[in-house]
């Protein structure tokens, strides 16, 4: 009999079904969620997962036996909870602010079953900034200078904020203390910025959440994929650069996709091992990441732990000689399987890209057969060009193939003119 396992992909799966979902959140989840499922596929499971109603017709796309849907009126945590008590593992895909994962992670440990992500601990730790941050540096390595933002009488206290950036005497940023990717980050470069920004902060600072102050470091942004492995350091996966786009307070903050792996791999590998040895990461069992800064002396600044499954996914699974889910499967299993050795095989450059169509008249009917023509035409589509509010703007996310980096920049060219055919235009990508 097959293992049944339920995968569950947070933006996707119903998470947002009360709310309008975020482009970029529904692109990188979606291909996550089906990269992931294709991925447990081969390993001979019976897989079930959950899919917002309004995307029903990209239940095709996805290599399930069982796709709930979850319609507008539901509530997604006791649909959660029941597809919990069918299955016999479980896999969560989830963001960490308001305690998201952690809640759906505690779920499955109060069911009894088989947890293929991160663990309560892992998760704990990865949600705080802050916390991740006196860990960094209780592990005496390198990481910026990084403060809870106090609050004054009616909202954030800018004064503190002005006086950090002086005694810092760099750039800062602000960002939310459970954040994920490049959500509500702010960068200030002058203390007329920073009051500027406060003289009307509640558009932009949600009064709910907790946000942090840091220290900014200039550099390359990039992350390492690991497999936590029980009484061993982490495995590293790959490297892969970050394309993250850091604006100014008044424009929003983006993060696009990157490639894999990264140039001067040995190089940034050696030193990663040599910084893991002063780190306890037992905590952390199955995949995860940890994004980095790697500076122009190659100093490496450790920022932060994302306990689950990164975007970075999607390129990785391109270029090693391994499955990946087989091998979350074996680092699960306190050490009974021996993870086999990886190979870095190809480059993969993984994107999102945002478009707009240039027909005015688009329907459900066209943009639906618009989607299967894309893919048939562009294999590396993971996730299809989606419209979210039923206008001509979509998202789509992409994840190259090839043997280097440069035939990687030239695919995705290729890929970008036969969007364009498609009277595809281009707004945004990495």
Known sequence: MKNRIFIFEFVSGGGFNKIEIPNSFFSEGFGMLRSIISDFKLLEFEITTLLDYRFLHLVPLLNADMVEVLEKEEEYLLKFEYLVKQSESCFII????????????KIVKKNKKNLLSIDLKGVNLGTSKLDTFKFFRS????????????RGKQNFDANFVIEKFKNLNCPVIIKPEDGVGADSIFYFESEEEI?????????????IRNYILQEYVEGKDLSVSLLGIKNSTPKILSVNTQDIDIKKPNFESNYFGGHTPVENY???????????KKMDLSRFKGYFGIDFIRNENCEIYFIEINPRLTTSYLGLRNIINQNLAKMILSSKQNGKNKLP???????????????????PNLNKKIIEELIYETLNLIPEMITPPISLDGTSQFTCFIATKTKDFLSSKKRMQEIIQTLQSLDYLIVKQG
């Not at 592990?139 to 106090?150: G, N």
């Not at 500027?196 to 932009?204: A, C, R, S, V």
């Not at 040995?266 to 893991?276: G, T």
């Not at 050795?341 to 027909?359: A, D, Y």
């Open 139 to 150: 592990s005496k390595v390198k990481t910026p200078q990084t403060f809870l933002l106090p």
């Open 341 to 359: 050795e990886v190979l870095l095989q190809n480059h993969s450059l993984f994107s999102r890209i945002e478009l707009v169509h240039k027909s």
């Open 94 to 105: 989830a963001p960490e602010f308001s305690k998201t994962l952690y809640r759906l992670t």
């Open 266 to 276: 040995s190089e940034i590998e050696a030193s990663l091992k040599e910084n893991f």
């Open 195 to 207: 009051i500027e920004f406060f003289n009307d902060p509640i558009e932009k600072l949600d009064s």
